[in-house]
């Protein structure tokens, strides 16, 4: 086990023990009664030169039909009979030609409820930097690395308010010229809560 799986280990378990992050729920929770299942894989990079570890994301097509354009985590629905770790590793496989040999698993973190009716279960692992990856053009745009001490600084996560719908909050990432914000800022959020990766040794 590489000193960066342990140190992820370590403070995963040391996450656990904290009650949840509260954030804004979307609104139209509220209404729905059954959730879809689904999963993330929260990939980070083992990688010990600079920039250090990071955390693997992928943009959307702009053709797709849901969420087209937007910056995601690897994943997607629990197929019937999966686990979210499987499915994680399915879709991770799918969309950027990650073997699942070569992802070490750390854990599963808390439940993430949409609005659009999924229960999204995010898996914290750790895979070799460098992978020669194989993205899916159906599914993945672009892939990119954000660095793991520029995600899970809290002070780098910005609140927004929308317009729309009712004044809801939300949280906003800047990285690189790109902005991640909506599921995966959250998802981001509640990661540095659970983790503390700044403020950890």
């Known amino acids: 086990m590489s000193a960066l799986t342990e140190k992820v ?8 023990a904290r009650p949840p992050l509260e954030l804004w729920p979307d609104p139209r929770i509220a209404g729905i009664t059954t959730f879809k299942p689904a999963a993330v894989l929260m990939a980070i990079t083992d990688r010990a030169e600079a920039p250090g570890p990071g955390l693997l994301m992928i943009h959307r097509p702009e053709t797709m ?3 087209p354009g937007q910056i995601a985590f690897p994943g997607g629905r629990t197929d019937p009979g999966e686990n979210a770790i499987a ?5 991770a496989e799918e969309e950027l030609g990650i073997p699942a040999e070569q992802v070490r698993v750390i854990g ?4 993430y409820r949409t609005g659009s009716g999924y229960e999204i279960t995010p898996v914290i692992a750790v895979i070799p930097a460098d992978l020669p990856l194989v993205p899916s ?9 954000v660095p793991l001490d520029h995600a899970l600084d809290p002070a780098r ?3 927004e308010v929308l317009a729309m719908g009712g004044g ?3 949280v906003r990432v800047d990285w690189d010229g790109r ?8 998802l981001l959020a509640r990661l540095a809560y659970r983790m503390d990766w700044v403020g950890a040794a």
């Open 108 to 111: 599963t973190t808390d439940l």
């Open 179 to 186: 902005r991640i914000w909506g599921i995966t800022a959250a």
């Open 168 to 170: 809801r909050r939300f």
């Open 65 to 67: 039909r849901a969420h």
């Open 9 to 16: 280990a370590r403070l995963y378990a040391e996450g656990l």
């Open 87 to 91: 499915a994680a590793l399915r879709e």
């Open 137 to 145: 053009p159906d599914e993945v745009a672009d892939w990119f690395e």
């Open 157 to 159: 996560h910005e609140v």
